[in-house]
T-cell receptor, first 116, second 117 residues
Framework: NAGVTQTPKFRVLKTGQSMTLLCAQDMNHEYMYWYRQDPGMGLRLIHYSVGEGTTAKGEVPDGYNVSRLKKQNFLLGLESAAPSQTSVYFC???????????????FGDGTRLSIL | AQKITQTQPGMFVQEKEAVTLDCTYDTSDQSYGLFWYKQPSSGEMIFLIYQGSYDEQNATEGRYSLNFQKARKSANLVISASQLGDSAMYFCAMREGQGGTASKLTFGTGTRLQVTL
């Protein structure tokens, strides 16, 4: 009963390094999302995808890229990590749901990323 | 303007008492949904309860209920008979829109609840 799985769980990077965070879901959800969580700011949407091969920018997309080559996977890339990207990153997935739809987003356990 | 406002950074409640966590929202859409999530110290995000803008009755899920006051644009979470395991961060979130790519959630900044003996 995996749900949404994020790897890695922790990572420390040096400024300028690159890395990819992997999100995998086994619920056959169409929609997937990447958020970052910073103290006192709640969760903010970085990028999202409404289906395989499609991605879109969220609220804070700068410095990140994403890809959705397979329905079950959503990758978040940092090409040149900066200290401002130190954060906890959450992946989520859901069935399509608009406005009053009661479909919740299901979250992974998060990736704690520190950039020195 | 903030779309979701949670004005209580921290709250304390005694075990077995009820507690209300405040959430106000701002939208011009007629169709929207409001969600509450719990984040324990272990870090995961747990979906608790949902209220749709057209729902005439307040949502309930076990010890959780949502006090939905549409005219005031508030969607407060009520936890009855608090337990030590309820100690966590609680987030209110809103989904707007009629369709298309409008499945995005906007989150508030959260309220940290501490349940005491």
């Amino acid at each position: 009963n995996a749900g949404v799985t994020q790897t890695p769980k922790f990572r420390v990077l040096k400024t300028g390094q690159s890395m990819t965070l992997l999100c995998a879901q086994d619920m056959n959800h169409e929609y997937m999302y990447w958020y970052r969580q910073d103290p006192g700011m709640g969760l903010r949407l970085i990028h999202y995808s409404v289906g395989e091969g499609t991605t879109a920018k969220g609220e804070v997309p700068d410095g990140y890229n994403v890809s959705r080559l397979k329905k079950q996977n959503f990758l978040l890339g940092l090409e040149s990590a900066a200290p401002s990207q130190t954060s906890v990153y959450f992946c989520a997935s859901s069935y399509p749901g608009f406005g009053v739809s009661n479909q919740p987003q299901h979250f992974g356990d998060g990736t704690r990323l520190s950039i020195l | 303007a903030q779309k979701i406002t949670q004005t209580q950074p921290g709250m304390f409640v005694q075990e077995k008492e009820a507690v209300t966590l405040d959430c106000t929202y701002d939208t011009s859409d007629q169709s929207y949904g409001l969600f509450w999530y719990k984040q324990p110290s272990s870090g995961e995000m747990i979906f608790l309860i949902y209220q749709g803008s057209y729902d005439e009755q307040n949502a309930t899920e076990g010890r959780y209920s949502l006090n939905f006051q549409k005219a005031r644009k508030s969607a407060n979470l009520v936890i009855s008979a608090s337990q030590l395991g309820d100690s966590a961060m609680y987030f209110c979130a809103m989904r707007e829109g009629q369709g298309g790519t409008a499945s995005k959630l906007t989150f508030g900044t959260g309220t940290r609840l501490q349940v005491t003996l």
